[in-house]
């Protein structure tokens, strides 16, 4: 299994290849386009974190002693950043996303999406993947 | 005809670039941007007479409260008020709404009757509420059309004796819809109402004429009008701002203070507790010289043609539908693209440079009307060029190709 860093790394490369914002972005719109990511059950109002523009939904279940997070949203570029934030931190254990650092965001010229003040809904939905890992863990101890 | 070179030389941020383009700002119903000369108007005041005001002996003092006491002339002038006092400054149009509600919650009772529009911003809406559970006061709401227009025949519906204020925005911020406000300040007087206007929006494009109007109160934003943010103004006739109760306890609004009584200061002081936004109170009388050195009769001329450029423009991309499409409306296009999130729009606009709102512009029950999650805004200040609507019309294009 990979490593949170590994994966981190792995994305750095792939995203360090394109020359432009046109690219990068094109690549997260792709990204974005792919099938559901979640399964219509879970896309449910008390899985929605509310960011101002953007719907986010949120879905975990513990598997063995890693969890799997599903998510969606209504806007395709945040689709996009989850789909990427999915790849990195879904099927891990609890302590490791609690130690997991966002810092790759800003490696790949995103860093603009994660800013507070940025109403996508995305720093509260990473603030909401470590919200569950702080609950399995504690499930798992 | 306006000299747009020379205009735009007068506005410093233009010349910037975002994201490594030229800077295309089509933000300005969230605020307009701010000429040299009213920039210089705040330099000056903080390198030269930055004191506090009204109370002090010293040259400073009084220099500060002279220029102070001058900018509300100038407001008053701009929209015509009657007194001088009439004009009570303010941080902005939701203080200005807020005050007036709160003033009101002592004057009305259980089964009072308040009005509002459907195209209100929810600061003109959330003070309503509230004041309707402290008063037992019923809210009542004006609904619109699918042209995002009013329906007055509805209005006239719903006024009754019991109906003791009506709250029309004199245009809506979310689609540029301009309402019909004289009609309804004549009506709701027949059954003796008070009128409140949030001329928010409508301020960079017209200049009001509030005796005219005949209107109890109306209410801006400096920012909106090339002024500095955290500046504002209410407007109230003298009778009522009378009536009203002080809002805020403080220095500035008494008269006499013992631990029996306080009696309070006259107009316009009894509204204006603590220190003020000096410096922002000047710089609003500039940005109101600056605007009628241009004109607003030229201004609207300008911006109705940029708006009819930039809808024509827009429209010639298909799948490109447009919210709010009265044929009285300011220079406000709220769009959207078929099958696409406004905020990836937006997001691909900001990567080419070009500034536009997106999301429900603080107006959900219009979105909801609509059934859309928002929309994207673009809006036209008379700084704006047709060139910088065809950068536009070309990134939406693009942001379609990448997003479809």
């Known amino acids: ?141 | 005809m306006l000299d747009l070179d020379r205009i735009r030389k007068d506005f410093p941020i233009l010349t910037r670039e975002v994201n490594g383009k030229p800077l295309v700002y089509f933000d300005n119903a969230a605020t307009s941007q701010t000429p040299q000369q009213v920039i210089d108007v705040i330099v000056d005041y903080y390198s030269n007479y930055n004191a506090n005001i009204h109370r002090g002996v010293h040259a400073l003092s009084q220099e500060a409260t002279d220029k102070y006491e001058e900018a509300r002339q100038i407001i008053q002038k701009h929209f015509n008020a009657k007194h001088a006092h009439e004009i009570i400054y303010t941080s902005g149009t939701t203080h200005s709404i807020n005050l007036v509600a709160n003033g009101f919650s002592a004057l009305l009772k259980k089964g009072d009757e308040i009005i509002v529009s459907a195209l209100e911003h929810h600061s003109n809406i959330v003070p309503w509420q509230m004041l309707c559970e402290r008063t037992g006061a019923v809210l009542k709401v004006i609904p619109m059309n699918q042209n995002g227009e009013l329906e007055i025949s509805v209005y006239d519906t719903l006024l009754n004796n019991n109906t003791k204020l009506v709250f029309v925005n004199h245009i809506s911020n979310a689609l540029g819809t301009i309402n019909p406000i004289e009609h309804i300040i004549e009506k709701a007087h027949q059954f003796g109402a008070a009128v409140l206007i949030d001329g928010a929006q409508a301020s960079p494009h017209i200049k009001p004429d509030v005796q005219a109007l005949d209107v109890d109160f109306y209410v801006t934003s400096a920012h909106k009008i090339c002024g500095p943010t955290g500046v504002g103004m209410l407007y109230g006739k003298e009778a009522w701002l009378k009536k009203l109760p002080p809002y805020q306890g403080g220095g500035e609004m008494i008269a006499e203070v013992t631990f029996e009584k306080t009696t309070y200061a006259g107009l316009p002081h009894k509204f204006e507790a603590g220190t003020p936004n000096i410096c922002g109170g000047i710089a609003f009388g500039a940005a109101l010289d600056y605007m009628n050195s241009i004109g607003f009769n030229a201004i609207a001329n300008y911006e109705n043609e940029l708006l009819e450029y930039g809808t024509e423009k827009l429209l010639e991309i298909e799948g490109l539908k447009i919210y709010g499409t009265s044929k009285h409306k300011t220079s406000v296009i709220s769009f959207n693209l078929d099958g696409i999130h406004p905020y990836d729009v937006g997001t691909i606009l900001d990567k080419l440079g070009i500034a536009v709102r997106t999301g429900h512009h603080c107006a959900q029950p219009i979105m909801n009307y609509f059934n859309i999650p928002g929309t994207v805004r673009a809006s036209f200040a008379f700084y704006n060029t047709k060139a910088e609507i065809d950068v536009l019309v070309a990134g939406v294009k693009k942001a379609k190709m990448m997003l479809s």
């Open chain 1, 1 to 141: 299994m990979q490593s949170i860093q590994e994966i981190q790394e792995e994305i750095i490369d792939e995203f360090s290849m394109f020359e432009d914002w046109e690219e990068r972005y094109q690549y997260m719109i792709d990204l974005g386009k792919e099938l559901p990511l979640i399964e219509t059950q879970y896309k449910t109002d008390s899985n929605i974190i509310k960011g101002c523009q953007s719907k986010v939904w949120v879905h975990a279940e513990l598997e063995d002693d890693k969890i799997a997070f599903t998510a969606d949203s209504d806007a395709i570029i945040t689709k996009g950043i989850i789909a990427i934030l999915i790849r990195v931190f879904s099927n891990q254990h609890p302590k490791a996303i609690l130690e997991a650092d966002t810092n790759f965001i800003d490696k790949i010229g995103l860093k603009e999406h994660l800013s507070p003040t940025r109403a996508n809904g995305l720093v509260s939905m990473i603030k909401q993947l470590k919200m569950y890992a702080i609950a399995y863990q504690t499930q798992l101890n």
